[in-house]
T-cell receptor, first 112, second 116 residues
Framework: SQQGEEDPQALSIQEGENATMNCSYK?????LQWYRQNSGRGLVHLIL?????REKHSGRLRVTLDTSKKSSSLLITASRAADTASYFC????????????FGTGTRLTIIP | GAGVSQSPSNKVTEKGKDVELRCDPI?????LYWYRQSLGQGLEFLIY????????KSGLPSDRFSAERTGGSVSTLTIQRTQQEDSAVYLC??????????????FGQGTRLTVV
């Protein structure tokens, strides 16, 4: 399977703390994306980082990409209760097939 | 429409019956994806369309599953002779162009299928 893996599977932190989630993948990629899912329904795109980028910021989100280690991390700073959700990384490989493959996800709980 | 629309939102069916799940992508989006998600699990890729053709059907679990897309727009996922293990949320996503530089996918709210 080319599915990526994320760790931790679940994370609980106090409101105001930073949350870090990691993602690993198995193929050479074109870009890597992070999505958020609330209540087990539709996913919302958060941020995309290209394979030639190493770090990207968007508001309280910071994403890093290490293609040599085939890994990415998502940092959410100053967490809020509304950040409680599942977070997934996703990628498209460089080998012709444009299938968007998702990781296994991290369930983040922010404790007020 | 304003977003990806899926119908029905919920479907309860008896084991052995056929079901059709519909996805209306964002107008103009050429790429369309179907995923399946069991409770508390990740997204399992089923199939994706580029226009009306399906370059990758590798995720369809069995020959009971089929999908089509017409007019480069609406897609239907059909499950024949449903089994209890088919119970899951079926998610559809669309994207403007798979240019490898801008591949953000927009998701519908899913169809929760329960086979009893």
């Amino acid at each position: 399977s080319q599915q990526g893996e994320e760790d931790p599977q679940a994370l609980s932190i106090q409101e105001g703390e930073n949350a870090t989630m990691n993602c690993s993948y198995k193929t050479s990629i074109n870009n890597l994306q992070w999505y958020r899912q609330n209540s087990g329904r539709g996913l919302v795109h958060l941020i995309l980082i290209r394979s030639n980028e190493r770090e990207k910021h968007s508001g309280r989100l910071r994403v890093t990409l290490d293609t040599s280690k085939k890994s990415s991390s998502l940092l959410i700073t100053a967490s809020r209760a509304a950040d409680t959700a599942s977070y997934f990384c996703a990628h498209i490989s460089n080998f012709g097939n444009e299938k968007l493959t998702f990781g296994t996800g991290t369930r983040l709980t922010i404790i007020p | 429409g304003a977003g990806v629309s899926q119908s029905p939102s919920n479907k309860v069916t008896e084991k052995g019956k056929d079901v059709e799940l519909r996805c209306d992508p964002i107008s103009g989006h050429t790429a369309l994806y179907w995923y399946r998600q069991s409770l508390g699990q990740g997204l399992e890729f089923l199939i994706y369309f580029q226009g009306n053709s399906a370059p990758d059907k590798s995720g369809l679990p069995s020959d009971r599953f089929s999908a089509e897309r017409t007019g480069g727009s609406v897609s239907t996922l059909t499950i024949q002779r449903t089994q209890q293990e088919d119970s899951a949320v079926y998610l559809c996503a669309s994207s403007l162009v798979w240019t490898r530089t801008n591949t953000e996918a927009f998701f519908g709210q899913g169809t929760r299928l329960t086979v009893v």
